[in-house]
């Protein structure tokens, strides 16, 4: 009873390093996604993926990749991390695409000073 | 673009009232909407997801209900216990594009 699984639940970066949060399911969904949640902003959409090898953009792509090499797997990076990247991270899959019913992992925090 | 707004921002009741949550949005081009639970440090859990052909879904004690031409969901619990502390959320297609908008959500306490 995996579901969707988040690591590292907790990480503090420098403005400037580079890191990956790492989400996968075992629930053989197609669609995974990643949201921020942010005081006072709600869950927004990072990015997300349809199925392995397709990746789009969602509504605050700026300054993160993704990558979809297996079904199982969603990475996401953070290639030179400012400030305003301080936030939760959630990664969510569906059976049933983006209006599916999600299911999302535990959050990684991420604080970058 | 969709916003999504749900009042109150947050309740507290003692144990064993039935209460209401609301939520609105401003595009009611919807075909669904998820209800959300929200624990402390946690992940969301999906409650109830309701297809624009519905107008209602239960699962226990927690009711949705959709009214898309009003642009409005209430999720209705009852005979609340503590248990049900949580921070509630609903979410609707974005429109025109993937994903979903959320609300800010509602924290609810219920006092034993």
């Known amino acids: 009873n995996a579901g969707v699984t988040q690591t590292p639940k907790f990480q503090v970066l420098k403005t400037g390093q580079s890191m990956t949060l790492q989400c996968a399911q075992d629930?053989?969904?197609?669609?995974m996604s990643w949201y921020r949640q942010d005081p006072g902003m709600g869950l927004r959409l990072i990015h997300y993926?349809?199925?392995?090898?397709?990746?789009d953009q969602g509504e605050v792509p700026n300054g993160y990749n993704v990558s979809r090499s297996t079904t199982e797997d969603f990475p996401l990076r953070l290639l030179s991390a400012a400030p305003s990247q301080t936030s939760v991270y959630f990664c969510?899959?569906?059976?049933?695409?983006?209006?599916?019913?999600?299911?999302f992992g535990e959050g990684s925090r991420l604080t970058v000073l | 673009k969709q916003e999504v707004t749900q009042i109150p921002a947050a309740l507290s009741v003692p144990e064993g009232e039935n209460l209401v949550l609301n939520c609105s949005f401003t595009?009611?081009?919807?075909?669904?909407l998820q209800w959300f639970r929200q624990d402390p440090g946690k992940g969301l859990t999906s409650l109830l997801l309701?297809?624009?052909?519905?107008r209602e879904q239960t699962s226990g004690r927690l009711n949705a209900s959709l009214d898309k031409s009003s642009g409005r969901s209430t999720l209705y619990i009852a005979a609340s216990q503590p248990g049900d502390s949580a921070t509630y959320l609903c979410?609707?297609?974005?429109?025109?594009?993937?994903?979903?908008?959320f609300g800010k959500g509602t924290h609810l306490i219920i006092q034993p």
């Open positions: 993926s349809v199925g392995a090898g397709i990746t």
């Open positions: 629930m053989n969904h197609e669609y």
């Open positions: 979410a609707v297609p974005r429109g025109g594009a993937d994903g979903l908008t």
């Open positions: 309701i297809q624009s052909s519905q």
């Open positions: 595009d009611s081009a919807i075909y669904n």
């Open positions: 969510a899959s569906s059976r049933g695409g983006s209006a599916g019913e999600l299911f």
